[in-house]
């Protein structure tokens, strides 16, 4: 991809390009803060839901992911353990840990408020065109690649 094409709008600068950026990742989280609260779901509740989608990561691991403390993460697994939505499994490599997986019923749950994000994220970029759209997915990975490197 030819970087020297994208230029940013007539009159901004750095802090405008940082502050679009953080003004779309409110946007993106007004969107999961609306479709969890039609779940009775937090944030970090869809986030959690989100991120064990497709793995079955430790207590620690998740901890990692959602930036949480050990209480912190403990909580919010009791909770969603309470609403039927993950369970803890013994881990492979160590059975004194545990995995978090979701249950049949937090599965159905992720898919479902899963499938009303997509909707309403493919709204909010209706606008762009196949390339833009291409554009911003290689720049979020290439952002987010180097969040996760450091």
């Not at 969890?36 to 079955?56: K, P, Y």
């Not at 160590?94 to 479902?112: C, K």
């Not at 970029?125 to 390339?131: D, G, I, N, T, V």
């Given at each position: 991809?030819?970087?020297?094409?994208?230029?940013?709008?007539?009159?901004?600068?750095?802090?405008?390009?940082?502050?679009?950026?953080?003004?779309?990742?409110?946007?993106?989280?007004s969107?999961?803060?609306?479709?969890?609260?039609?779940?009775?779901?937090?944030?970090?509740?869809?986030?959690?839901?989100?991120?064990?989608?497709?793995?079955?990561?430790?207590?620690?691991?998740?901890?990692?992911?959602?930036?949480?403390?050990?209480?912190?993460?403990?909580?919010?697994?009791?909770?969603?353990?309470?609403?039927?939505f993950?369970?803890?499994?013994?881990?492979?490599?160590?059975?004194?840990?545990?995995?978090?997986?979701?249950?049949?019923?937090?599965?159905?749950?992720?898919?479902?408020?899963?499938?009303?994000?997509?909707?309403?994220?493919?709204?909010?970029?209706?606008?762009?065109?196949?390339?833009?759209?291409?554009?911003?997915?290689?720049?979020?990975?290439?952002?987010?690649?180097?969040?996760?490197?450091?």
């Amino acid at each position: 991809m030819n970087n020297d094409s994208f230029t940013l709008p007539p009159g901004s600068d750095d802090s405008s390009f940082a502050d679009h950026l953080i003004q779309l990742s409110y946007t993106i989280q007004s969107v999961l803060i609306e479709i969890g609260s039609a779940h009775d779901l937090s944030l970090i509740q869809v986030r959690l839901l989100g991120i064990l989608r497709d793995r079955e990561p430790s207590m620690q691991q998740l901890a990692a992911y959602l930036n949480l403390d050990k209480s912190s993460i403990t909580g919010l697994i009791d909770r969603a353990q309470r609403r039927g939505f993950v369970e803890r499994i013994a881990s492979a490599e160590d059975r004194r840990r545990f995995n978090v997986r979701l249950t049949s019923e937090g599965r159905q749950l992720a898919s479902d408020a899963g499938a009303v994000v997509v909707q309403r994220i493919e709204q909010l970029a209706a606008s762009l065109s196949e390339k833009e759209r291409a554009q911003l997915m290689h720049s979020a990975v290439k952002i987010q690649t180097q969040s996760f490197a450091e």
